[in-house]
């Protein structure tokens, strides 16, 4: 079993800043420091759509084009944590966010939400 366990999320006004994280737990079936990472979201009625990537050191990230510039993905290995620091935050940012390792694994999501 992996379990991936994001936090950091809530309410938070436009112009404002969100850092989330995602906790690996230690797991047989899987090391975090072997794994590229990424960064999804899901709006309310709208499809899941990728966010970030980032690769095992950490040293090449990518971005979809609605957050670069805005957000910046991190991982600390030692720690077995995922990050994404967001700023310039807007409405629809709006989302619940996951983090995502291949083959299928899946945290269970933190809101985020952006509102005046």
């Known amino acids: 079993q992996v379990q991936l366990v994001e936090s950091g999320g809530g309410l938070v006004q436009p112009g404002g800043s969100l850092r989330l994280s995602c906790a690996c737990a230690?797991?047989?079936?899987?090391?975090?420091?072997?794994?590229?990472m990424h960064w999804y979201r899901q709006a309310q009625g709208k499809e899941r759509e990728w966010v970030a990537t980032?690769?095992?050191?950490?040293?090449?990230?990518n971005y979809a084009d609605s957050v670069k510039g805005r957000f910046t993905i991190s991982r600390d290995n030692a720690r077995n944590t995922l990050y994404l620091q967001m700023n310039r935050l807007k409405p629809e940012d709006t989302a619940v966010y996951y983090c995502?390792?291949?083959?299928?694994?899946w945290g269970q999501g933190t809101q985020v939400t952006v509102s005046s």
């Open positions: 230690a797991s047989s079936l899987f090391t975090f420091s072997w794994n590229t």
């Open positions: 995502h390792a291949w083959p299928d694994y």
């Open positions: 980032i690769n095992t050191a950490g040293d090449n990230t």
